[in-house]
């Protein structure tokens, strides 16, 4: 019973899982400094990937971060909290939506043109207001396309599956050779798009380094974790990938 499919995370899979700020756009009338700073400040709060790389950016700048209170998570999102009666937002194009907030039209357009170079977007708000665009790039694996082309050699079809944006996930599923892209979904929905490939007669492999890849990784017929993932994932996970070669540790 060999695999017949495999699915790939990207973040932190397909990708380096080194984020790193690239770009910052500033609301008309704002400062890449502003922007930086309560950015940094939502993410002191967050364990996401993307949390560290905004923390980093910031801490070369060197002003105190502003103090926030209740920080809320929300999965696929984002994160906010408040300063008083002030709410703090962060997170993509769907949490702004979701929250009434327009996105002014400028910034949507460089947030575009980033993403289809496989930028992440990542939006600032403070209560209804858009104060800010943040680009965050995360390096793709040097070996990603051999190791893709690989398995397609073997006759395994590969699937990327990925909470990130539909762009940014189509250009890096461009440049590794992925033809078939679940992009914006919520870790019980990378679970369901194994499930309906089994359903379906297919034996699935997962490949996966998060927190949210873990029900995935539970459900495959073979789930391999990367050695430099998060517990949750290795212990999910039938198989943990070390060293800079796809070396197999079961
Ligand atoms: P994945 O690891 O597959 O990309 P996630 O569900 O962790 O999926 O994240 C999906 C998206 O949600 C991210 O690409 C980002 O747009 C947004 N997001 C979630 N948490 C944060 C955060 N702390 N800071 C910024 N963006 C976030
Ligand atoms: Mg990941």
């Known amino acids: 019973s060999t695999l017949t499919q495999v699915v790939d995370d990207k973040t932190g899979t397909l990708n380096e899982g080194r984020p790193a700020v690239t770009a910052i756009f500033p609301a008309a009338g704002g400062s890449e400094a502003e922007v930086l700073l309560w950015a940094a400040s939502l993410e002191s709060g967050s364990e996401h990937p ?65 993403a289809a170079q496989g930028g992440t977007p990542v939006w600032l708000g403070r209560d209804l207001e858009v104060l800010g665009l943040l680009i965050l790039k995360d390096p793709v694996r040097r070996d990603s396309a051999a190791a893709i082309a690989a398995l ?18 189509l250009a890096v599923a461009r440049e590794v ?59 999910n996970a039938d198989i943990t990938l070390t060293g800079d070669s796809l070396q197999l540790v079961a």
Do not use: W
């Open 152 to 169: 397609q050699r073997l006759g395994i079809e590969v699937v990327m599956c990925t909470g990130d944006n539909r762009a940014t996930a």
């Open 177 to 235: 050779g992925i033809g078939t892209v679940h992009s914006e979904i919520l870790p019980e929905e990378k679970l369901a798009v194994i499930a309906a490939l089994q359903q379906q007669g297919h034996k699935v492999g997962m490949v996966g380094d998060g927190v949210n890849d873990a029900p995935a990784l539970a459900q495959a017929d073979t789930g391999f974790a990367l050695g430099s993932g998060t517990d949750v994932a290795i212990e």
């Open 50 to 114: 993307l949390a560290a790389a905004v923390l980093a950016a910031q801490q070369q700048d060197g002003r105190p971060l502003p103090v926030l209170e209740d920080f809320t998570a929300i999965p696929g999102r984002g994160v906010r909290a408040q300063q008083g009666k002030v709410g703090y937002l962060l997170g993509n194009d769907h949490f702004f939506a979701e929250q009434g907030l327009v996105l002014p039209g400028e910034l949507v357009t460089e947030a575009t043109q980033q």
